[in-house]
């Protein structure tokens, strides 16, 4: 079984930071992708950014040049700068491996206008 907890989610003006933080626990294998998904009111969830262990990083277009993702063996972090009113929305922690798709509870980002 695998368990994913994230932390960081909070309020911020636009403009600000915040890092979000998600650690794994379980059997964690090393070839697993790691990444971020978000989902604001209304709206679908949507890819925010993910990563191989060891590969390069994919991000949404949205966040490229403003978001920054990065591994620490069984824990993934979202640094994100210049944040924006439209990057309000629950972020999810999201790892794959074998073929199964485990996410947190999620942490709400709000970006003050």
């Known amino acids: 079984q695998v368990q994913l907890v994230e932390s960081g989610g909070g309020l911020v003006q636009a403009g600000g930071s915040l890092r979000l933080s998600c650690a794994a626990s379980g059997t964690i294998l090393s070839t697993n992708a790691m990444g971020w998904y978000r989902q604001a009111p209304g709206k679908q969830r949507e890819l925010v950014a993910r990563m191989i262990r060891g590969g390069i990083p994919n991000y949404a277009d949205s966040v490229k040049g403003r978001f920054t993702i990065s591994r620490d063996n069984a824990k993934v972090y979202l640094r994100m700068n210049s944040l924006k009113y439209e990057d309000t929305a629950v972020y999810y922690c999201?790892?794959?491996?074998?073929?199964?798709?485990?996410w947190g509870q999620g942490t709400q980002v709000t970006v003050l206008s």
């Open positions: 999201n790892l794959v491996q074998w073929g199964h798709d485990y």
